[in-house]
């Protein structure tokens, strides 16, 4: 969906003062594909390194598994596309909001991923407390970030939408890390149509 009105106007005046090749890499559909790259990566954890049950264990702590690589691959992908979107939001009139979210988003991923989590849902050392607080941070921002951007008057029901598919993860896939990825699959939606709508 091409952007349009004075958003579009600030996003090409912006873009304009950067280097062509980047600028040509925020307009384009990069974002997009960051975005699908990302969540394919983190998800194919799971099959990667089959330790770890996804109905249970969150998705983080592939971080501390054979599958680290793959996990920090994607969630780097994951910075990239906030990275982007920042970009892209830099200046523009009434995104103010959405570029503190997506300022707030960048330091929670930086900070989960330099934290990793505690194994097994357990909280024992500095990290393990730190973690969930960067990935909550990292989540409710990208969660704020992507409403605003895909459309900006649903919040209220893309919140709903969050919690309503961690409850159904929770009971359909019996445990709380299917709770985790069922949320977090409305994120990444979320920041898909946000990456698509905001070109």
Known sequence: MPPSGYDAFMTTQFSQQLPAPFAKLV???AAEFLVL???AAILACDLLDQTLDPRIYAASEHALGSAAWLFHLGLGAILAVTLLLLTRSWGVK???GVTRALILAAVGIVGLAIFPTDPGWQVTTVAGRLHPTFAILAAGSLLFAGSRLAHRKRLIIDTVLLYGA????????????????????VVGVLLFLAARRSR
Do not use: Q, T
């Open 94 to 96: 009434g995104r103010s």
């Open 166 to 185: 961690g409850f159904a993860g929770y009971f359909a896939g019996g445990g709380a890390g299917a709770a985790e990825r069922a949320a977090l699959a």
């Open 27 to 29: 307009r384009g559909r």
């Open 37 to 39: 790259f990302g969540a």
